[in-house]
């Protein structure tokens, strides 16, 4: 079973500074997907990545397959982006191994 | 409306009764699951089906059983609800491929 590693687990940060948000993994996937869970309990998939990097807005991903790891980037980060951000790996849409997320609150 | 519906969004419930929890989408998509989400712990699965015919055990399946009515329709069913199964549950679909998951707004089900 592929274990899925967060960090950090809580983040605190003014608004306008740069996030990055962790995730490592033991086991060898073939696409890793990036959810952000609202306070409200709603999630939404952000990205799903096999390799590389993609962007969509201030959202950036980063994969390093052969490190297995994973980062989250939210540039000019602004009171909305407050919410839990989860990692989870797997072969395609099956089966996936979910992180425990990371808590992102920030500040006005 | 959303592209997965789950109904109720609520619901308190007594030890040993039985309830169904119930998805819906219009995404088109073959692959349904539920999850369910325990704080402290990530979302663990506890059924999946590729399709109408075919339904699969996750990982922690016992105490539920599911039914996919559909290919947009799949419940799921606690037999006899304990205070344990009181967590967060949600549906989620998928298309295969490179395309990602869509969640419902989960469930809120507490057993007291």
């Known amino acids: 079973k592929n274990e899925v590693e967060q960090s950090p687990q809580n983040l605190t940060a003014q608004e306008g500074e740069f996030i990055t948000i962790n995730c490592s993994y033991s086991?060898?996937?073939?696409?890793l997907h990036w959810l952000q869970q609202h306070p409200g309990g709603g999630i939404v998939s952000l990205f799903m990545l096999s390799s590389g990097k993609k962007k969509h807005g201030r959202l950036i991903a980063t994969i390093n397959i052969q490190e297995k790891h994973s980062s989250l980037h939210i540039t000019a980060s602004h009171p909305r982006d407050s919410a839990v951000y989860i990692c989870a790996v797997g072969f395609g849409n099956e089966k996936l191994t979910f992180g425990t997320g990371t808590r992102l609150t920030i500040i006005p | 409306d959303a592209d997965v519906t789950q109904t109720p969004r609520n619901r308190i419930t007594k030890t040993g009764k039985r309830i169904m929890l119930e998805c819906s989408q219009t995404k088109g998509h073959d692959r349904m699951y539920w999850y369910r989400q325990d704080p402290g712990l990530g979302l663990r699965l506890i059924y999946y089906?590729?399709?109408?015919?075919?339904?699969n055990k996750g990982e922690i399946s016992d105490g539920y059983s599911v039914s996919r009515q559909a290919q947009a329709k799949f419940s799921l069913s606690l037999e006899s609800a304990i205070p344990n199964q009181t967590a967060l549950y949600f549906c989620a679909t998928g298309s295969g491929g490179d395309y990602g998951y869509t969640f419902g707004s989960g469930t809120r089900l507490t057993v007291v």
């Open positions: 089906s590729f399709d109408v015919k075919d339904i």
């Open positions: 086991v060898g996937i073939s696409a």
